[in-house]
């Protein structure tokens, strides 16, 4: 139980053009989710923090106009990376915080999308 | 956020017990020690997570200090396939919503040699 799916696992773009990362809890009921990005060897940064059926929440540095976060429902929530530039290639993650039953709160996390915009 | 070190990186020999460290000074009452794993080009994996007692699952075990200013990851018969980087992370827990993105830092990089 409490498996997160991301899809596309990996992409390859071209600059100026946008992608949309899903990310979907397979299993449970997830209020919140979590996007993080990862370039490469460092460590995971939080960028937003996606709330069912309201706004999310953007960490500081994080351009909301950039990086739209849609949480349409309970068990899946959406990143896209709008006129993406080769400077935003790098390991998105996403996460998924169990909203009842005896895991409450518990977070997990998906395989994770490779951008690489070109 | 009340802050973890770890060591940068750490090498064990296959089928041998593994301790990671994790020092925690400014840790507060209601945090929560948790546990993560990356494996390369994947993300992160739930280790396990303790408050004050000890912890044991399936994977590893949790021994945390008195004073719960540290705690070390146990595996107790590292393989191959627990190479990866372990992040130590404190973690309120709470009820409600609300935000609750986790705080990495650089981890420890655990090498197992065959």
């Known amino acids: 139980g409490a498996v997160v799916s991301q899809h596309p696992s990996r992409v390859i773009c071209k600059s100026g053009t946008s992608v949309k990362i899903e990310c979907r809890s397979l299993?449970?009921?997830?209020?919140?989710m979590f996007w993080y990005r990862q370039f490469p060897k460092q460590s995971l940064m939080l960028m937003a923090t996606?709330?069912?059926?309201?706004?999310?929440?953007?960490e500081q540095g994080v351009e909301k106009d950039k990086f739209l976060i849609n949480h349409a429902s309970l068990t899946l929530s959406t990143l896209t990376v709008t006129s993406a530039h080769p400077e935003d290639s790098s390991f998105y993650i996403c996460?998924?915080?169990?909203?009842?039953?005896?895991?409450?709160?518990?977070?997990?996390f998906g395989p994770g999308t490779r951008l690489t915009v070109l | 956020d009340a802050k973890t070190t770890q060591p940068n990186s750490m090498e064990s020999n296959e089928e041998e017990p593994v301790h990671l460290p994790c020092n925690h000074s400014?840790?507060?009452?209601?945090?929560?020690i948790h546990w993560y794993r990356q494996l390369p080009s994947q993300g992160p994996e739930y280790v396990i997570h303790?408050?004050?007692s000890n912890v044991n699952n399936r994977m590893a075990s949790l021994a945390i200090a008195e004073d719960r200013k540290s705690s070390t990851l146990i595996l107790h018969r590292a393989t191959l396939r627990d190479a990866a980087v372990y992040y130590c992370?404190?973690?309120?827990?709470?009820?409600?919503?609300?935000?609750?993105?986790?705080?990495f830092g650089k981890g420890t990089h655990l090498i197992i040699q065959p």
């Open positions: 996606s709330n069912e059926g309201s706004k999310a929440t953007y």
């Open positions: 299993d449970f009921q997830a209020t919140t």
């Open positions: 303790g408050l004050t």
């Open positions: 400014t840790i507060s009452g209601t945090d929560y």
């Open positions: 996460s998924a915080r169990v909203a009842g039953g005896p895991r409450l709160n518990e977070q997990f």
């Open positions: 992370i404190l973690r309120v827990f709470y009820s409600g919503g609300g935000a609750d993105g986790l705080t």
